[in-house]
T-cell receptor, first 113, second 114 residues
Framework: DQQVKQNSPSLSVQEGRISILNCDYT??????FLWYKKYPAEGPTFLIS?????DKNEDGRFTVFLNKSAKHLSLHIVPSQPGDSAVYFC????????????FGKGTLLTVNP | DGGITQSPKYLFRKEGQNVTLSCEQN?????MYWYRQDPGQGLRLIYY???????QKGDIAEGYSVSREKKESFPLTVTSAQKNPTAFYLC?????????????FGEGSRLTVL
């Protein structure tokens, strides 16, 4: 049973436009969410996180929105750059615990020049 | 530079052989983790360790073993009992376990069993 779902395996956008990556979860106990970015043959790197007490968190070009009632979060990248091309993983945990992070399958973002 | 070092980056082994993947960190982090990634799949937790001399099974621990004798080291052994060992293995660390934000990952080790 997949508790964190990224239903779009891939997304393609033009440079300068907005990229919106979506993530749905089924476990209502999840209260801490993270996005990681991964280039081929490298380990993931942390991008941004959000606690369930917030509905939005912003860091430069990256904004994460959380809709608890819909059990949905999204990552917005504005403006998108070719260097943003990577696989983006959504992850969730209960009680903010790192020990039991549940990851989605990832979405491959391609930003075209 | 602080970080996590995994070795080897690529490893080929024959079926039935045990393999040990190395993971070293100099971030002074208490917690360390091993994840497995298969094509088109998310990361799945194999083992984690909260402190030295302690480790816990993750979601897919069968066929794997670990040790945590030193804070900076968390080697993973893929045993012959692991049915499908070919995968990309990622080691990670974090300062602690709660609300510490992120895990720091190594570059990964790709194991191919022939």
């Amino acid at each position: 049973d997949q508790q964190v779902k990224q239903n779009s395996p891939s997304l393609s956008v033009q440079e300068g436009r907005i990229s919106i990556l979506n993530c749905d979860y089924t476990n209502s106990m999840f209260d801490y969410f993270l996005w990681y970015k991964k280039y081929p043959a490298e380990g993931p790197t942390f991008l941004i996180s959000i606690s369930s007490i917030k509905d939005k968190n912003e860091d430069g070009r990256f904004t994460v929105f959380l809709n608890k009632s819909a059990k949905h979060l999204s990552l917005h990248i504005v403006p998108s750059q070719p260097g943003d091309s990577a696989v983006y993983f959504c992850a969730a945990s209960v009680g903010g615990s790192n020990y039991k992070l549940t990851f989605g399958k990832g979405t491959l973002l391609t930003v075209n020049p | 530079d602080g970080g996590i070092t995994q070795s080897p980056k690529y490893l080929f082994r024959k079926e039935g052989q045990n393999v040990t993947l190395s993971c070293e960190q100099n971030l002074n982090h208490d917690a360390m983790y091993w994840y497995r990634q298969d094509p088109g799949q998310g990361l799945r937790l194999i083992y984690y360790s909260q402190i030295v001399n302690d480790f816990q099974k993750g979601d897919i621990a069968e066929g794997y073993s670990v040790s945590r004798e030193k804070k900076e080291s968390f080697p993973l052994t893929v045993t012959s009992a692991q049915k499908n060992p070919t995968a990309f293995y990622l080691c990670a660390s974090s300062e602690g376990g709660l609300n510490t934000g992120e895990l720091f990952f190594g570059e990964g080790s790709r194991l191919t069993v022939l």
